[in-house]
C-alpha cells in the first residue's frame, strides 16, 4: 500500500506514521527525519537543509525530490510505502505522480490529519526531545518527573529550533499557503480521507486504520 500522510506541523503526523507504518508492515519515509539526520551528521545535504528548516521554511524541491526519489528506489520501499512530511507542495505532489507512474504504481491513499492553528501551538510549543535517547515529552501533556531531564535515560531534553512559538506560526503560514492546496489536488482524485486528530493517540490511530481499511486493494 502507497499512502501519503498530510496535516499541519503539530498535527502528530510523526506519531501516526510510525503506528500506521508498523500495523502496515511499510516503510515510513519522513523527511524531516531524514533532514534532521543529516543536519546533525552534518552532511552535505544537511548543510543545504538547515537554514531553511531554522526557518520554518521548505527546503528547495529540486533538494528534497532528488532525496526521496533516491529513498523510493530502496528495496524496502518496493511493496509499498508511507510519506510522512512529503509531498509539501503541488510541485512535489505531481513529481511524485510522475515518478510512480513511471513505475507503473500510484498512490492509493493521502490521509490528512486535521487539527487547528490554536491546538497546532500548543502542542509544539511545548514538545521536548531527549538529546540521548531521541524520547519526546511535553511540559503540559507529558512532563517528565524532573523537569528538562528524560525520565528513561536521564538525557538533557531541548526544545527544536522550529518548536518556538514565532517559528510554529511561520510554519503554519508556510503550510496554509504552500501545502494546503494539496487536499484539493487529491480531493480532485478521488484519494483524499480526512480524520479528526485530536484526542487519544490510540483513538487517532484507530480512526486512521479504519480509514485505510475502506482504501486498501
Ligand atoms: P517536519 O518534521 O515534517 O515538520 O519537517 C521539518 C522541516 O524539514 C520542515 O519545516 C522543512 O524545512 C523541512 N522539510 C520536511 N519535508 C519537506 C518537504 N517535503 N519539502 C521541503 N521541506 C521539507
Not at 510549543?125 to 538529546?131: A, D, H, L
Not at 511535553?138 to 525520565?151: A, K, Q, V, W, Y
Not at 503560514?173 to 504552500?178: H, I, L
Request: glycine content about 8%.
Amino acid at each position: 500500500m502507497r499512502v501519503v500522510l498530510v496535516g499541519p506541523p503539530g498535527a502528530g503526523k510523526g506519531t501516526q506514521a510510525q503506528f500506521i507504518a508498523s500495523n502496515l508492515a511499510i516503510p515510513k519515509i519522513s523527511t524531516g527525519d531524514i533532514f534532521r539526520y543529516n543536519v546533525s551528521a552534518g552532511t552535505e545535504l544537511g548543510q543545504q537543509a538547515k537554514a531553511f528548516m531554522d526557518r520554518g521554511d521548505l527546503v528547495p524541491d529540486e533538494v528534497t525530490i532528488a532525496m526521496v526519489s533516491d529513498r523510493l528506489l530502496e528495496d524496502d520501499a518496493q511493496a509499498g510505502f508511507l510519506l510522512d512530511g512529503f509531498p509539501r507542495n503541488v510541485p512535489q505532489a505531481e513529481t511524485l505522480r510522475k515518478l510512480l507512474a513511471e513505475w507503473d504504481a500510484r498512490l492509493d491513499i493521502v490521509l490528512e490529519l486535521v487539527v487547528d492553528d490554536d491546538e497546532v501551538v500548543r502542542r509544539l510549543s511545548g514538545r521536548r526531545t531527549c538529546r540521548r535517547c531521541g524520547r519526546i515529552w511535553h511540559i503540559l501533556f507529558e512532563p517528565p518527573t524532573r523537569p528538562g531531564l528524560c525520565d528513561d535515560c536521564g538525557g538533557e531534553l531541548f526544545q527544536r529550533d522550529d518548536d518556538r512559538e514565532e517559528t510554529i506560526r511561520h510554519r503554519l503560514d508556510v503550510y496554509q499557503k504552500q501545502t494546503q492546496p494539496l487536499i484539493s489536488f487529491y480531493a480532485d482524485e478521488g484519494i483524499l480521507l480526512g480524520i479528526d486528530a485530536t484526542g487519544p493517540v490510540e483513538e487517532i490511530t484507530e480512526r486512521a486504520m479504519s480509514a485505510l481499511r475502506r482504501f486498501m486493494r
